[in-house]
């Protein structure tokens, strides 16, 4: 403790007292906590402790966040590209001329330019031989509503359990290498009733899924508290994440042709471990033992034709 001390240059110093039997020293020390009254905490810090435990959210909470929850009947409402929380049911693969992969990086979700060539990718990886990659229009249903949605590969092969790659060469060891061809293993995106984060694109018609979840008890949650068919109410809750947690970390515009993925998905299945695979993250199949086709090697073919 410095007493009648002075801040100093090269020139002067100050005088500096240690242990000293100093009032303002003894009056200094008697206002210091007891080691009791350290373990009990104050009421700010117990504020403190519960403000901050108040940022802790739910999984169906970061899911609707800075997202529209509304029914599938409205979507063809929709204007502009618009984030929207839903859910629905898979029907039916669309009829159309394109196939159910298409050719990408080996490192993120990019479209090649060319399957046949070697390139490299804008994020910077070399590619000697672009690989396949899921990207699947299935309709999804609600009630009498029906919109088309884009699977894109990270939540296929989360469901599927295998990659769009070992999927087209089992294919092809097979004898079969029309890509209009939909393997039996693709049925089982079919059928689900699920909850949908997309970007709804009505220039095109069509949702490009970002994330999805089928456990059935987070289904019906953001069903019943979320969703509304007038969206006059409920979808507010969709704003108690805040911003500054920065749940959308690179979220990107999709575009109709497909080139890019969303960013994450969370896959949710009853009495499992809730499955992330996010953009840029490749899914270990090999270590989670999901590299083998169900059986064997595919029997039957589905063979969608385009409508002429």
Known sequence: MVKDGQVSNAWSGSKLLINEDIPEIQDFMSKLPTNEQKEKPTQSAKSLSNWSGGSQY????????????????QFCKIKHETLCVTVATTLKFVVSKYEWFYYGCTRCSSKAPNPEKAY?????????QPIPRYKI??????????????????????????????????MVENGEDDPMVYPDELEMLLNKK??????????FSQ??????????????EIENDY????????????????NKENLETSAQILSASGENDPESI?????????????????????????????????SKKLKIEPSS
């Open 207 to 220: 949702a490009s899924v970002w994330k999805l979840c089928d456990d059935e008890a987070f289904v019906k």
């Open 194 to 203: 699920m909850a949908f984060r997309v970007k709804v694109q009505p220039t």
């Open 227 to 242: 969703i509304v068919e007038n969206n006059q109410s409920k979808t507010e809750y969709a704003k108690l994440v805040p």
């Open 58 to 73: 739910s999984p169906v909470e970061r899911f609707v966040h800075n997202a529209k929850c509304m029914s599938l009947s």
């Open 266 to 298: 969370i896959l949710m299945t009853p009495a499992k471990d809730v499955v992330i695979a996010d953009k840029g993250e490749e899914v270990d199949f090999e270590a989670s033992g999901a590299t083998q086709l169900s059986g064997t090697k595919p």
């Open 137 to 170: 229009e299935i309709y999804v249903s609600n009630g009498e509503s029906k919109y088309r949605f884009v699977f894109w590969d990270s939540e296929c092969a989360a469901i599927l359990g295998m990659t769009a790659e070992f999927m087209h060469n089992s």
């Open 120 to 128: 490299e990718c804008s994020c910077g990886q070399k590619v000697e």
